[in-house]
């Protein structure tokens, strides 16, 4: 029998109504910014969520945390449901509080969520006196001072007595990682955690991730809209990418697939935006009809993505694609992936470019 991985997505959605101004009575609007997303989280696992903004990257990685209530679906951690957790409905095996210290999150803006009235030593302090609580106050500072010496923050004691504003950024994101670690958590997730850095920093705090990932055992779910960034970490870590386009996940894989095989459009479009992926297609348009996204308050029928894409015939117009699996670590939500759908005799799109009929010989397996 399969162990259950660590946290487990079933046909997530979170919508949101915005709010109406005082003289409009209208429904409110709703943003559909997650919708229907299924996704498992193993052991030890780097996902990488990728797509434009608004595309909903951020809310799923917030819900797989435990931070964002869905609207629809179930979020579970080693097999308990999170909500119900948390609301004490039904048979609870693991507590609320055990769920909230095992998954974590590192901010874009670490400076955002250190107290700027207290020194470094006082921050990292204050997760190993709420839950190794049986810790001296001399061991607290050692395993403080340890932590910053193995970030590389030396001298650590005078890191340690330093305010936030006295950090550098690439400082800031070191003691947020180091905070979230103290937790000794399951599940980190990194939201856009290394957009503001330099380059250089953004390598170097990856590969930093990724060595205390394996010291301490745990799993990162890491947010960008940077395909190359993604890339890397998934690629270093072992993990796949996942491609998100207006609440849906269409596209997930290993970063040899999402780079070197995408199989949904718009995957294809991210790779050609990514000017370090685009080898020898820098003289071609963009693989898409249209640049602007859509508002996700009234998203397209049918396939989302069909607006846009290239391919798209009528049958997108109504039909929403499921996600075909093409091998163990890759799955797609496009109807070109099944040999015999009606997509193949429906008629094109207008402004599409022409299509011969490329369907590949053998259709991949449905999902599980």
């Not at 874009?108 to 001296?136: C, T």
């Amino acid at each position: 029998m399969s162990r259950d991985p660590l946290v487990s997505l079933e046909d997530v959605e979170v919508h949101f109504e915005e709010e109406k101004g005082l003289f409009d009575f209208g429904d409110p609007d709703v943003v559909r910014a997650v919708d229907g997303v299924s996704l498992d989280i193993e052991e030890n696992d780097v996902v990488a969520l990728v797509g434009e903004s608004g595309c909903g990257k951020t809310t799923l990685g917030k819900t797989s945390i435990g931070l964002q209530r869905p609207t629809g679906g179930s979020v579970r951690y080693r097999g308990q449901d999170i909500w119900d957790a948390k609301d004490n409905r039904g048979d609870v095996d693991i507590p609320f509080e055990e769920i909230r210290r095992s998954l974590q999150i590192i901010h874009q803006d670490p400076g955002s969520s250190l107290n700027p009235n207290r020194r470094v030593m006082k921050i990292l302090e204050a997760p190993l006196k709420r839950w190794q609580r049986d810790m001296s106050a001399g061991d607290r500072r050692r395993e403080v001072l340890t932590m910053l010496e193995r970030v590389g923050m030396t001298p650590p004691e005078d890191y340690a007595g330093r305010y936030p504003h006295q950090l550098s950024g690439g400082e800031k994101q070191r003691v947020a990682l180091i905070r979230a670690l103290l937790m000794d958590p399951d599940l980190i997730l990194a939201d856009e955690a290394i957009s503001a850095l330099d380059v250089s920093l953004r390598v170097e705090m990856m590969d930093l991730m990724l060595e205390l990932q394996e010291q301490f055992d745990t799993s990162f779910v890491a947010v960008s809209h940077d395909l190359s960034n993604a890339r890397y970490f998934a690629s270093h870590g072992g993990g796949r990418i996942g491609v998100m386009y207006l609440g849906r996940l269409v596209e997930i894989g290993t970063p040899e697939q999402i780079i070197n095989d995408p199989q949904h459009p718009y995957t294809k479009v991210l790779r050609w935006a990514t000017p370090d992926l685009r080898a020898g297609s820098s003289s071609e348009g963009p693989p898409v009809r249209k640049i602007d996204i859509p508002d996700p308050k009234n998203p397209p029928s049918g396939c989302r993505f069909h607006t846009r894409c290239p391919k798209a015939r009528e049958a997108c117009r109504s039909q929403q694609p499921r996600s075909y699996r093409l091998d163990e670590d890759h799955e797609a939500a496009c109807f070109r992936l099944e040999q015999d759908h009606e997509y193949w005799s429906s008629d094109p799109l207008p402004d599409t470019e022409p299509d011969a009929d490329d369907r590949s010989s053998t259709a991949p397996s449905t999902q599980d």
